[in-house]
Nanobody, 120 residues
Framework: QVQLVESGGGLVQAGGSLRLSCAAS????????MGWYRQAPGKQRELVAH???????NYADSVKGRFTISRDNAKNTVYLQMNSLKPVDTAVYSC??????????????WGRGTQVTVSS
């Protein structure tokens, strides 16, 4: 069993910064791609940022230049540094990871999410 636990969410004023963390634990052989998603009230979940095992990254157009995804493989952790936050960034942020738990056994896992609220 693998668990993903997010932390670092909270309330921040527009223009401020937050750093989200997502730590994976459990029966992990290796972690492949990891990503951050968000879902605002009444909207569909969207991909915010994605990072491969080789550290290639991609971002939603709406966050390019403001958000940075990174990972620490030794800690099985992915981070999302969010700068210049805007009220439209308000959402529940969840992390996801493709985790190999055994030879030829790779599964997609989700965290429960952390609330980010940006006030104007």
């Amino acid at each position: 069993q693998v668990q993903l636990v997010e932390s670092g969410g909270g309330l921040v004023q527009a223009g401020g910064s937050l750093r989200l963390s997502c730590a994976a634990s459990g029966s992990i052989f290796s972690i492949n791609a990891m990503g951050w998603y968000r879902q605002a009230p009444g909207k569909q979940r969207e991909l915010v940022a994605h990072i491969t095992s080789g550290d290639s990254t991609n971002y939603a157009d709406s966050v390019k230049g403001r958000f940075t995804i990174s990972r620490d493989n030794a800690k099985n952790t992915v981070y999302l540094q969010m700068n210049s936050l805007k009220p439209v960034d308000t959402a529940v942020y969840s992390c996801a990871a493709d985790v190999t738990v055994a030879v030829d056994e790779t599964y997609h896992y989700w965290g429960r999410g952390t609330q980010v609220t940006v006030s104007s």
